[in-house]
T-cell receptor, first 114, second 116 residues
Framework: DTAVSQTPKYLVTQMGNDKSIKCEQN?????MYWYKQDSKKFLKIMFS???????INETVPNRFSPKSPDKAHLNLHINSLELGDSAVYFC?????????????FGPGTRLLVL | AQKITQTQPGMFVQEKEAVTLDCTYD???????LFWYKQPSSGEMIFLIY??????QNATEGRYSLNFQKARKSANLVISASQLGDSAMYFC?????????????FGSGTRLLVRP
């Protein structure tokens, strides 16, 4: 009964390639997020979607394009991968925005760009 | 701008003892929420405990408690009776409201090592 799942768990690819990471949550939450954790373990928000609508876009290069086909899914497509994109990408979800909602994280996708 | 500071990059604690992980925050918003997450070596982010700015009592969840001192803007995590499985990175985070969504702003983390 995985609450927030991501695929793939590991992704190794060459510079310049295009790749996608998928995220699904079965918690019935309305809001989903993408976070990036760099090599120094620092976590930073990238995007947030509320009911399929983009709410937060934190000055992320436009090579990164999130897509939410429905409120249970939030995918991340990355074009023209660069070495600096190597990181762990976490998907998260939370209930309707407002109040004491906790964000629940997926297991992370470890991306290595060679 | 909101900011979370964790000043302890690494901590050691003896098994069965208590340990306090420090977290200070900065915000001008009167309504905010503070979270602690645990990240073991396997990499997942595990929610531990939440404290709301208007909560009258300090939050507790099993062996985890939050020492919330609003005037000092600190929200330290206390782990009692440490276990070997508590060895992990611990992140303090603050909820930041943007339009109709809430993002989490994270501190830099504290790596805790529990010694047998």
């Amino acid at each position: 009964d995985t609450a927030v799942s991501q695929t793939p768990k590991y992704l190794v690819t060459q510079m310049g390639n295009d790749k996608s990471i998928k995220c699904e949550q079965n918690l019935g939450h309305d809001t989903m997020y993408w976070y990036k954790q760099d090599s120094k373990k620092f976590l930073k928000i990238m995007f947030s979607y509320n009911n399929k609508e983009l709410i937060i876009n934190e000055t992320v290069p436009n090579r990164f394009s999130p897509k939410s086909p429905d409120k249970a899914h939030l995918n991340l497509h990355i074009n023209s991968l660069e070495l600096g994109d190597s990181a762990v990408y976490f998907c998260a979800s939370s209930p309707v925005s407002g109040g004491r909602e906790t964000q629940y994280f997926g297991p992370g996708t470890r991306l290595l760009v060679l | 701008a909101q900011k979370i500071t964790q000043t302890q990059p690494g901590m050691f604690v003896q098994e069965k003892e208590a340990v306090t992980l420090d977290c200070t925050y900065d915000t001008s918003d009167p309504s905010y929420g503070l979270f602690w997450y645990k990240q073991p070596s396997s990499g997942e982010m595990i929610f531990l405990i939440y404290q709301g700015s208007y909560d009258q009592q300090n939050a507790t969840e099993g062996r985890y408690s939050l020492n919330f001192q609003k005037a000092r803007k600190s929200a330290n995590l206390v782990i009692s009776a440490s276990q070997l499985g508590d060895s992990a990175m611990y992140f303090c985070a603050m909820r930041d409201k943007t339009d109709s969504s809430y993002k989490l702003i994270f501190g830099s983390g504290t790596r805790l090592l529990v010694r047998p």
